[in-house]
């Protein structure tokens, strides 16, 4: 039992006498450097996810309001302590993780500089105890800050504090990526990245600039709030708090592809259709991703016109564009890839005959349809300025980023946590069972409760961010209850989907303290069904050399819904007014 309670897994016996070790389910040079490293920022984030979804029930349990947990008061607190842990740092700890697993791990390196990981580790941990108890103890006069904390309110200055610290801390994370990227350019000039690493540098990239913005908003606004200063436009603040407030779903979203690209060609053999289109995506996302944060200053008086019109409809394109290039590059390197391994014919054989009881392969195939039909296309009626007026500050608005942060990215970091489990931590699953049903069971009740958000929100004008929505909303012919059957429906399965979240916890941490240890290769032989990453791309067998139809009436079913859905809300957007005589 005691080699249980060792739930970092780590045993010399695992390395070699230069301190790295053959991952027996990717072939990859992993440096224990790096284990030790990703499973510190892994399990963190854990600790984040567990700790957000408790808030997670009582918010949901206050807006279904045949419940009406909290009084208005609490409620904020709670929507603060829920938006912080899980956007925020159960995000960016695991992104941390993945920075070194697409850096020294993917390229067979150390982790240079690691008492500089250690230390951003503890400034990022404390940035978020401190931010988590200055949400905790506010008091008039003080607000809560909510995720935005909106200068010229009166927020406590420690809230500021901790959000810099935080920042600050990441920063520091990240510069052993960074030296790690310089080593591996400076010893092989004329080699080029591997797309996982490629992907992983332009995350870094982004995640740069939305650190800037952070720090640019925060950092004044500790000043001021500290009295050193005096504030000079509240403009400005949203400006640069959209560049972090955004931009930290554009790190999500890049870091979430990477993972995509990874564990498909892990765990179902999936090859990489075109590395150059795939490479010009990852590119277009560093020149207009984060411009996909104006949607949130649409209906924002301090911005012009122009100014609008450029950013949602010439420049957001240019993201658009690089996201459709992935939703057709990743199902299409998996289908082709299948088939070269014989492993399915006819139209949809590759993904019936996939190993879908894998957790690892489950949940990031449901990552990216999730992804795609509910967080991708509402994504982007949200980002053109006339449709925007049917959904800003409505409860669709939540419904969009819990279908891209919740359907999209956790249930694909959820995806990357099993994986490490097997082939960092060396345990296996404490139920198979249990870790197979998990992501069937979250991403589906979860899946329903958006969608419940999303209707409510568009169909009902029900607001964001507010604890009730009393029967009557005075001044108005609003009423509730024509809504109060779908927020049954969303209240009953945002329940459901949070017992899936704490099942996945239970299973994640159970299997790290009481899993049986992963003594050699066969142990781990089901994580890498139908050959896997076994088999590597042969230049003399070429992925274009078989067929993609499969992929391409997937594309055909994804660009109707998304016709349908834009023409839909276009339909609504005219039920707003009466047009004509």
Request: contains cysteine; hydrophobic residues 55%; glycine residues 10%.
């Amino acid at each position: 039992m005691a080699h249980r309670l060792d739930v970092l897994g780590l045993f010399d016996n695992e390395y070699r006498d230069d301190g790295f070790r053959t991952c027996s389910v990717t072939g990859l040079e992993v440096h224990r450097s790096v284990d030790n490293h990703v499973k510190l920022f892994g399990l963190t984030a854990v600790v984040a996810l567990l700790y957000g979804g408790i808030f997670a029930f009582t918010v949901a349990m206050t807006r279904w309001e045949v419940i009406g947990l909290l009084d208005p008061g609490a409620f904020y607190t709670h929507l603060s302590l829920h938006a912080w842990n899980l956007l925020i740092f159960w995000m960016v700890f695991m992104e941390i993780a993945i920075l070194y697993v697409g850096g020294p791990m993917v390229l067979g390196r150390r982790l240079p500089f690691t008492n500089v990981a250690k230390a951003g580790w503890l400034v990022m941990a404390g940035g978020a105890v401190l931010v988590n108890y200055a949400i905790w103890t506010t008091e008039a006069p003080n607000e809560a800050p909510l995720l935005t904390a909106y200068v010229p309110m009166p927020i406590s200055p420690l809230f500021y504090a901790g959000a810099v610290v935080f920042i600050l801390g990441t920063v520091v994370a990240a510069l052993p990526f960074f030296a790690t990227m310089w080593f591996e350019k400076r010893e092989n000039p004329g080699k080029t990245l591997p797309l996982v690493s490629f992907a992983a540098f332009v995350t870094s990239i982004i995640a740069v600039e939305a650190l800037i913005g952070g720090l640019l908003a925060f950092g004044p606004a500790l000043l001021w709030r500290l009295e050193i200063i005096e504030w000079w436009d509240a403009a400005w603040y949203r400006q640069m708090y959209w560049i972090i407030g955004h931009g930290t779903q554009q790190i999500n979203l890049v870091a979430m592809i990477a993972v995509w690209y990874f564990l498909t060609h892990v765990v179902a053999g999936a090859e990489v259709a075109s590395e150059k289109v795939s490479r010009t995506a990852f590119i277009l996302y560093l020149f207009f991703i984060n411009l996909g944060a104006a949607h949130h200053l649409l209906s924002d008086p301090a911005v012009s016109t122009g100014w609008r019109i450029w950013n949602t409809s010439y420049a957001f394109y240019g993201a658009t564009f690089a996201s459709l290039i992935h939703a057709f590059a990743i199902p299409a390197g998996l289908e082709a890839g299948r088939r070269k391994r014989g492993k399915g014919g006819g139209l949809f054989g590759w993904l019936t005959s996939a190993p879908w009881s894998n957790p690892v392969f489950s949940s990031t195939i449901f990552s990216i349809i999730l992804f795609g039909f509910l967080g991708g296309i509402t994504g982007v009626m949200m980002g053109q300025l006339q449709l925007n007026m049917t959904w800003h500050n409505t409860f669709a608005t939540v419904g969009h980023f819990h279908g891209t942060v919740v359907l999209g990215t956790t249930v694909a970091f959820m995806g990357l946590v099993f994986f490490v489990i097997r082939t960092m931590f060396m345990r296996q699953y404490i139920s198979e069972r249990l870790a197979s049903i998990q992501p069937y069971f979250y991403s589906a009740a979860m899946g329903v409760a958006v969608l419940m958000m999303m209707y409510v929100g568009i169909l009902y004008g029900i607001p964001r961010r507010t604890a009730e929505v009393v029967e009557n909303i005075p001044g108005t012919e609003f009423s509730l209850s024509a809504a109060a059957p779908l927020f049954a429906v969303f209240g009953i399965f945002a329940l459901l989907a949070i017992t899936g979240g704490v099942l996945f916890v239970l299973v994640a941490v159970g299997s790290l303290v009481f899993g049986d240890r992963v003594e050699n290769a066969a142990d781990n032989a089901d994580l890498v069904a139908d050959g896997g990453l076994g088999m590597a791309q042969d230049p003399d067998d070429p992925v274009h050399a078989y067929e993609m139809r499969g992929t391409f009436v997937l594309c055909l079913v994804f660009l109707a819904a998304f016709v349908i859905t834009y023409l839909l809300n276009w339909y609504l957007l005219t039920q707003l007014w009466s047009i004509g005589a």
